[in-house]
T-cell receptor, first 117, second 114 residues
């Protein structure tokens, strides 16, 4: 069964460093998302991406964050200068099997645990 | 998207049916009810969704009341591996090229007891 994959599973970085989290969405999906979950808190939406541009973004997704689909398979989240409060699980999701899709079931990857020291 | 209300926690005996309720009294006609679960900080896992009619798949059944103001997720024979946080989420479907977010609440922590 197709699934969303994410690498790395755990990333440790120093405050102020740049990190890139990688995701491979399900191959025929058209919509891509990033969410995060700080330990013990709710899953929060960060950004959605469709047709090579950002579709929606939350207040969390400030200028320190960027997303890219560099090729036909990868979807990346970059944090330019990490802060301690960026420590969280980051989940990638994908959905949408084409024009005319009525419902929009999102399938999530296993997550990347980001630890900022 | 409409707001949902779920009990914070429930217990269920292994092998018995787990019935997880969700209230969504402000749901609109074009909004679907989705259920996801999250097992111990893993990625949220899609379970089932529906609009008006009851739905069943290999994981669960979804019962939506006739007025659509509430629904129940049923796990027919709960196992220890079903222990997770279950999220009921209401959102519109898509008919154009917009990628709509899912808004997660606190969900229901289901604990399946041996």
């Amino acid at each position: 069964e197709p699934e969303v994959t994410q690498t790395p599973s755990h990333q440790v970085t120093q405050m102020g460093q740049e990190v890139i989290l990688r995701c491979v969405p399900i191959s025929n999906h058209l919509y891509f998302y990033w969410y995060r979950q700080i330990l013990g808190q709710k899953v929060e939406f960060l950004v959605s991406f469709y047709n090579n541009e950002i579709s929606e973004k939350s207040e969390i997704f400030d200028d320190q964050f960027s997303v890219e689909r560099p090729d036909g398979s990868n979807f990346t989240l970059k944090i330019r200068s990490t802060k301690l409060e960026d420590s969280a699980m980051y989940f990638c999701a994908s959905s949408g099997q084409g024009v005319g899709t009525i419902t929009d079931t999102q399938y999530f990857g296993p997550g990347t645990r980001l630890t900022v020291l | 998207d409409a707001k949902t209300t779920q009990p914070p926690s429930m217990d269920c005996a292994e092998g018995r049916a787990a019935n997880l309720p969700c209230n969504h009294s402000t749901i609109s006609g074009n909004e679907y009810v989705y259920w996801y679960r999250q097992i111990h900080s893993q990625g949220p896992q899609y379970i089932i969704h529906g609009l008006k009619n009851n739905e069943t798949n290999e994981m669960a059944s979804l019962i939506i009341t006739e007025d659509r103001k509430s629904s129940t997720l049923i796990l027919p024979h709960a196992t220890l591996r079903d222990t997770a946080v279950y999220y009921c989420i209401v959102r519109v479907g898509i008919s154009s090229g917009s990628a709509r977010q899912l808004t997660f609440g606190s969900g229901t922590q289901l604990t399946v007891l041996p």
